[in-house]
């Protein structure tokens, strides 16, 4: 098993930065692509980053593209989460995502371990 724990939410103003981190532990050996999904109450969970084990391919949401930036440390067995500009519509529980030999992809089916999230709240 792998657990995976985020960290780093909180609640910011509009135009601010937060950076998420999600580590990993337990039996990691496999865990290839990463990724970072989100929920806001009322929708349907949403593609944020993702990120292949290397870090040499990375895929954002359309929502994010541009101000979100997803990077990796495999030595450290963490991701992350830069979050610049953040927006009302940022607003949401985000989640960790890790896959088991598979590429970096925006499919949450994909995706065999999850975090139990941390909430970002983004105020005006």
């Known amino acids: 098993q792998v657990q995976l724990v985020e960290s780093g939410g909180g609640a910011v103003q509009a135009g601010d930065s937060l950076r998420l981190d999600c580590a990993a532990s337990?039996?990691?050996?496999?865990?290839?692509?990463m990724g970072w999904f989100r929920q806001a109450p009322g929708k349907e969970r949403e593609f944020v980053a993702t990120?292949?084990?290397?870090?040499?391919?990375?895929s954002y949401g359309d929502s994010v593209k541009g101000r979100f930036t997803i990077s990796r440390d495999n030595a450290e067995k963490k991701v992350y989460l830069q979050m610049n500009n953040l927006a009302l519509e940022d607003t949401a529980i985000y989640y960790c995502?890790?896959?088991?030999?598979?590429?970096?992809?925006?499919?949450?089916?994909?995706?065999?371990?999850w975090g139990q999230g941390t909430q970002v709240t983004v105020s005006s």
């Open positions: 995502a890790a896959t088991v030999g598979a590429p970096a992809t925006i499919h949450p089916e994909r995706y065999r371990y």
């Open positions: 337990g039996r990691t050996f496999g865990v290839s692509a």
């Open positions: 990120i292949s084990w290397g870090g040499a391919t990375t």
